[in-house]
């Protein structure tokens, strides 16, 4: 399904209200677990997410095309339908904020993992076979004096 199933202009904007209530509450639900630092939790709704977010996507473009599509709705309905997208554009945009707060974080992450693994290979023994001399790195060099020589 990739476009709403109505008869006429008001089932459509009916039934585009519901979908956007429906995708904001999603998007809400998937905001608070990455707040809450659970987004392994939110792939259980992904495909019913993607899902409505596609069929929105082609709604909102043939409405843009095609205005005759929600013409003649009731103005309570109109109203309904623009606070409904207004709290979804809201939605997606704390969403969005959270998500790049979360990109940063992981980010972070990644980076001084891999930091401390690239300093722990690169970092060579001060003694024994294979050693190097310390002074290059800037720690104490350690000197051992055979005084019988």
């Given at each position: 399904?990739?476009?709403?199933?109505?008869?006429?202009?008001?089932?459509?904007?009916?039934?585009?209200?519901?979908?956007?209530e429906r995708l904001t509450s999603l998007i809400?639900?998937?905001?608070?677990?990455?707040?809450?630092?659970?987004?392994?939790?939110?792939?259980?709704?992904?495909?019913?997410?993607?899902?409505?977010?596609?069929?929105?996507?082609?709604?909102?473009?043939?409405?843009?095309?095609?205005?005759?599509?929600?013409?003649?709705?009731?103005?309570?309905?109109?109203?309904?339908?623009?606070?409904?997208?207004?709290?979804?554009?809201?939605?997606?945009?704390?969403?969005?904020s959270v998500l790049k707060g979360l990109r940063a974080v992981t980010e972070g992450m990644v980076?001084?993992?891999?930091?401390?693994?690239?300093?722990?290979?690169?970092?060579?023994?001060?003694?024994?076979?294979?050693?190097?001399?310390?002074?290059?790195?800037?720690?104490?060099?350690?000197?051992?004096?055979?005084?019988?020589?």
């Amino acid at each position: 399904m990739s476009e709403l199933a109505a008869g006429n202009s008001f089932e459509r904007a009916q039934a585009l209200l519901q979908l956007t209530e429906r995708l904001t509450s999603l998007i809400e639900r998937e905001t608070a677990l990455f707040r809450a630092r659970k987004p392994q939790d939110a792939l259980r709704f992904q495909d019913e997410k993607s899902r409505l977010a596609n069929v929105y996507r082609v709604e909102i473009a043939k409405a843009g095309r095609e205005p005759q599509r929600l013409a003649g709705i009731p103005a309570a309905l109109k109203d309904a339908l623009r606070r409904a997208t207004q709290a979804f554009h809201k939605a997606l945009a704390e969403n969005g904020s959270v998500l790049k707060g979360l990109r940063a974080v992981t980010e972070g992450m990644v980076k001084s993992i891999a930091t401390e693994a690239n300093r722990q290979r690169n970092q060579t023994g001060t003694y024994g076979p294979g050693a190097t001399q310390a002074a290059s790195t800037g720690r104490p060099l350690a000197v051992a004096v055979n005084q019988s020589a």
